[in-house]
């Protein structure tokens, strides 16, 4: 299950492991002289080598930091990534032709996805913690397992939203009232799995907030394109967000909170295929909106994820 959402999340994680086990002999350096081959002791070497991870680093870090740190998913960046991904799709459209998108705000927003994903995660969390206490995959996390207060994860929250704050006072004044309006989708999506069937909408409506922000970032103005860009952007998350929620379906039925991969059943494939073509749609519509050239329809030819859909067995989810 898990390795069929990183080929959502991470095609290009999947297509080097692909490449390596077709070609075995790029899986390991080899040096070509009149010595021959690397010796043991540097073969030992290499594959001793290790790229430090993100849970690494909350591994190493003072043991005070590492509750604030898990509780605001520093270890698990994939949904930081998730929220970034539509703020530079969107300021890549608003770039003028001819010129490179703006270093300047990519970055800004790359700092403001990891706050917001991490105030996000803790907003949730003080929402949920008595739910997480109940479910396998989340017991541990901080809030739940009582290493951190209500108190000091409201402290934390509140730092954490006065530094996004401080970033988003960066950009024109049109953008500080869109992103502020983005709070309202933080602070509510918690409770949508209580009321609704439909809370991974509501995730899909915070998450792909960016994709309007980054537009009226560098234009000032919000027009047609980020709107569908957005709505596109949220079928996305539908996909890959019931998904997700296939592996909680046995706790959500006992704690009583609801999800789409209960509502769809065993349906969900028809419903993925169905955000499929529509995430395709609008992608196509917001290329025309943009008047994008062939190479932006040939990247978007090849993120088409009906294979990913036909893969997906939910007795196994």
Known sequence: MIQRLQAIHCPYSLWASVST???????????????????KSGSHMISSLKIPTAADLVANAPSSWQPYMRLMRIDKPVGTWLLYWPCTWSIA?????GELPSLYYLTLFGAGALLMRGAGCVINDMWDKDF???????????LACGVLNQRQALTF??????????ILMQ????SVAVGSASMFLVVGYPLAKRYTYWPQFVLGLTFNYGALLGWSAIQGSLSLTPVVLYLAALQWTLIYDTIYAHQDKADDIMIGVKSTALRFG???KYWLGGFSAAKIAGLGLVGHLAEQTWPYYLGLAGTNVFVTVSWIDCRNC
């Open 266 to 268: 065993a349906t969900t």
């Open 21 to 39: 086990a077709a070609n075995p002999q790029y899986s390991s350096f080899r040096r070509v002289s009149s010595h021959g081959a690397i010796g």
């Open 157 to 166: 929250a509140g730092g954490l939203l006065c530094a996004s704050f401080s």
């Open 171 to 174: 950009m024109n004044w049109f």
């Open 132 to 142: 997480d206490r109940r479910v396998e995959r989340t017991k541990m996390r901080p």
């Open 93 to 97: 459209l608003a770039t003028p032709a």
